[in-house]
């Protein structure tokens, strides 16, 4: 559990805010601006933003490098490619050296002001804080459908008790960051994996913003697949139901089979039944796909694990020390000292 700040031997804690970006060129100036805002509060608090630019496409590195030359306390790290928004939270966490680390976005739907409420609970001994969305104006009603269903199904899935109708945006103290650092999983899902870790956890309700600018970089596709990333790497059930569902299918091919043989040795029908045997065989089949499907997506887990590739590929860190980072799961690479 995380010593009371008031307890602690240094006089000014650090605070380390982690953003990913990509293509937020729209949004950052208002990003940093709000974020200066927010820092310039704080009362017996260091604090250092680490941003992590996701192999943007338009100018939002361009504009990183400027506000990192005029800010000491703005850091940047610059992927090669894109490599996803859990991995460059991870990034942003390996290289955060804060003694309490928040993970916001930079589209500015999750507000920097709760992080005030969020330190608050800090101090009073919680290791993790997280924020529960309690509104989420300016989405669609299927965008708010499916990802309620979806953490209720995770829910249900996963041995881990994942909260409801929340995202990376939290706070965590240094032992919960340490212990995520040493989790070397390629498919990643941060916020599972926070509540894996345990410590002392707690809820804070919060009403999330419409987006500032530019539009949302998780487009069906990429929730589907992040959906499938939360479900398969916290729960071992979807093997299990392919298991049961096999179970299920053959109960019933054993009573066609029984139903054949009576009509062979009991009946002169030989044509009648075609279409059922028909629906059994599809059905069977499709049944058996859906099973490998399900055996294959854990399998190719298994193959990005054993490959042992680094998770990320970093091109260049702005900002830091010529140590650069005190940890990094990249290979070496340029660091500039502004």
């Keep these: 559990m995380t010593v009371p700040i008031e307890n602690k031997a240094l006089t000014s804690p650090l605070l380390t805010l982690v953003i990913p970006c990509y293509n937020e060129e729209e949004v950052i100036a208002e990003t940093i601006k709000r974020l200066n805002s927010f820092c310039a509060e704080l009362v017996n608090l260091d604090v250092e933003l680490i941003v992590v630019d996701d192999g943007s496409r338009d100018r939002t590195r361009e504009l990183l490098k400027s506000y990192a030359a005029e800010n000491a306390n703005v850091r940047l790290i610059c992927f090669a490619r894109n490599f996803g928004h859990q991995i460059a939270v991870t990034a942003g966490i390996d290289a955060a050296g804060g003694d309490a680390v928040v993970l916001i976005d930079a589209d500015l739907q999750d507000p920097p002001e709760v992080i005030h409420a969020m330190i608050a609970k800090w101090r009073e001994g919680y290791d993790v804080v997280y924020a529960t969305r309690t509104e989420r104006p300016g989405e669609s009603a299927f965008k708010i459908a499916t990802a309620r269903g979806f953490y209720r199904l995770l829910n249900k899935l996963s041995d881990v008790a994942i909260p409801l109708d929340t995202g990376d945006f939290r706070l965590m103290s240094r032992p919960v960051v340490d212990t995520l650092r040493a989790m070397p999983e390629h498919d990643r899902f941060v916020r599972g994996m926070v509540s894996w870790v345990g410590f002392k956890q707690i809820a804070l309700p919060y009403k999330r913003a419409q987006r500032f600018a530019g539009v949302s970089k998780y487009p069906l596709r990429k929730m589907l697949r992040f959906a499938i990333d939360g479900i398969l790497s916290f ?10 569902l096999g179970m299920f299918c053959a109960f019933f091919a054993l009573l066609g089979i029984v139903y054949a043989l009576y009509l ?9 039944g075609w279409t059922a045997l028909m629906i059994a ?11 490998v499907g399900i055996l294959g997506e854990y399998i190719g887990r298994i193959y990005n694990e054993v490959k042992n590739r680094p998770l990320y590929i970093v091109q ?5 020390n010529e140590a650069g980072p005190e940890m990094s799961r990249s290979p070496a690479v340029k660091k500039n000292d502004v």
Excluded: D, N
């Design 235 to 244: 729960s071992t059930k979807p093997l299990q139901m392919s298991v049961a």
């Design 264 to 272: 062979r040795v009991f009946t002169h029908i030989w044509v009648e």
């Design 281 to 291: 065989v599809l059905f069977l089949g499709g049944v058996q796909l859906i099973c």
């Design 316 to 320: 260049e860190y702005v900002g830091f």
